[in-house]
């Protein structure tokens, strides 16, 4: 499946001058210099929001001034682009990323957070790798596509948030509004998330593309507990912070549910159970049998902990006005994300049981499912749109696996206008650069961001098909 050579239209090879190579990464750099962080709901750095819409404007002309390409501000600092393609028959697809980012503590970092300085090969920066590289991959391809006179069949749209870290409230969930006022429905969307993983599993050598299809869904829940204030000299058996640290311990020791068996690692592990030696290829083709074996070893670790199950974080705390004071009030916030095969309702209810003291209050400050499954099958146009760009770009990559994003996208505010949501970022990832991401030390390899481009450029023509995705062959 070619796309455009099915289409006799001839395609443009994904090859770049050096001047283009390195105006990609000059690019990159200045994106990176300019400090859109989102704080929380009311605090933004507007200016710097601001700032951004002006600086894509100057270094990717083109997509400014092309005819079939609408640009318009939505919720004041997000950017929709409609691109017009030559086909109405075919359905549009929609490309997604968000320029806003998360605070950075300058002191902590080897290289200035917002300098977007190239040392080693690397481009340093908040946003190298969440998510302004994939902002400025999505609309250099283009502009790079459109110089080359490229013009597409099938029409798509490009959607930059500006507050997605701060839940896309005012970008993301705008945009999808105004397209479903004017009726549109798409292929399929991809946004950030997956990635190509080296290094996650143990003793698994090669590295593997990890497309989600899911992603958990969240509450935030405060928990308080009011008690009679008083002189500490003279206290009483139970404080309203004894109480709620001991009821926020039980939901630290308890974990939830391992929901392995219908979870989604599975598959991931079984396809790449051909990638692993004896006795682990054995193992992970007979999870049938093995299974609790190894639900158990990915529990180990928390990343593929949180693959397998709900996650309960306690990560704000406040309580006692005084130091000779017994406190009135004590609250508390979790943070809980909850696996595909659970509900918000299900999951709630877990955590009364867990508590068990009716002294605790629960206040649902704000929560969601997780996001449907996505298709994978042949028919897939999103998922094999994905599959055959990382075959060609990332050739030495063997397994592409399904798999679920662990956080939350922006893409979850459009799930009225697809059922084919799909999260990849076309880039390396090692455990240190996960840590990274809201961490310290954020960067994108120059090269890696090259090939995040190309990747584009080639999808954006794969997507031009109007066939169905043919059969492709299953590693399994
Ligand atoms: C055997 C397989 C091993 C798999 C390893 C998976 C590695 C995980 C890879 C990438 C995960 C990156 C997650 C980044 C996306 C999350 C985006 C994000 O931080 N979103 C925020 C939204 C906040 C909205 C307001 N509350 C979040 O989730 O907190
Ligand atoms: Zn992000
Ligand atoms: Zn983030």
Redesign the pocket.
């Known amino acids: 499946l070619k796309g455009r050579e099915f289409q006799g239209a001839s395609r443009i090879p994904s090859e770049f001058s050096e001047e283009e190579l390195v105006a990609m990464k000059e690019a990159l750099k200045g994106a990176i210099q300019i400090p859109t962080v989102s704080f929380s709901h009311e605090e933004s750095n507007f200016t710097a929001l601001a700032e951004f819409g002006e600086y894509i404007h100057k270094v990717f002309p083109t997509v400014f001034n092309t005819s079939f390409i609408r640009h318009e501000v939505v919720g004041n600092y997000s950017h929709l682009f409609t691109i017009q393609g030559s086909e109405p028959s075919l359905q549009p697809y929609m490309l997604m990323a968000h320029f806003d980012v ?1 605070p950075a503590h300058e002191e902590d970092w080897e290289v200035p957070p917002f300098s977007g300085l190239e040392r080693d090969g690397f481009i340093h920066g908040r946003g190298t790798l ?2 302004k590289n994939s902002v400025m991959a999505i609309l250099q391809a283009l502009e790079l596509l459109l110089t080359r006179n490229y013009k597409p069949r099938r029409s798509f749209f490009i959607t930059l948030g500006h507050d ?5 409230t005012n970008g993301a969930q705008k945009m999808s509004t105004l397209l479903q006022a004017r009726g549109i429905q798409l292929a399929f969307i991809v946004d ?4 190509i ?1 080296d290094g ?2 143990p003793n698994l050598q090669k590295p593997f593309a ?1 497309i989600s299809i899911s992603e958990k869904g ?1 509450i ?1 829940l405060m928990l308080q507990v009011n008690m009679t204030p008083g002189h500490s000299s003279a206290p009483p058996k139970e404080t309203s912070i004894g109480i709620l640290s001991a009821a926020l311990s039980r939901l630290e020791q308890t974990p939830m549910p391992n929901m392995f068996k219908s979870g989604l ?1 599975k598959t ?2 079984q396809q ?1 159970a051909s990638e692993f030696s004896f006795p682990t290829n054995i193992v992970l083709r007979n999870l049938w049998l093995f299974g609790p074996l190894v639900s158990r070893i ?1 529990e180990r670790n928390d ?2 902990n949180a ?1 397998i199950r709900t996650t309960t974080a306690l990560t704000m705390y406040n309580a006692g006005v005084k130091v000779n004071v017994i406190p009135p009030v004590a609250k508390a916030t979790v ?1 809980i ?1 909850i696996h595909p095969a659970q509900t918000v309702v299900e999951v709630l209810e877990l955590i009364k049981n867990i508590v068990a003291d009716d002294r605790v209050q629960f206040h649902v400050l ?1 929560a969601f499912d997780p996001l449907p499954i996505s298709p994978i099958d042949d028919q897939a146009l999103g998922y094999q749109m994905l599959h055959q760009t990382i075959q060609s770009v990332f050739p030495e990559v063997n397994i592409v696996t399904p ?1 679920t ?5 922006d893409s979850r505010h459009y799930t009225n206008l697809t059922t084919g949501i799909y999260l990849f970022n076309p880039v390396y ?1 090692q455990p240190q650069d ?1 840590r990274s ?2 961490g310290i030390n954020e960067k994108i390899s120059v090269q890696g961001y090259q090939t995040q481009v190309k990747f584009i450029f080639e999808l954006i023509q794969n997507s031009d098909t109007d066939r169905k995705p043919v059969p492709h062959l299953h590693e399994l």
């Open positions: 998360v969440d998510n997605e870290e701060v839940s896309g950030e998330c997956g990635f993983l996650f599993i990890m969240a935030d690692l991931t592990l790449l990915l990343v593929t693959l943070n994300r704000r798999g994003c662990i956080g939350n996208t990832l996960f991401i809201h």
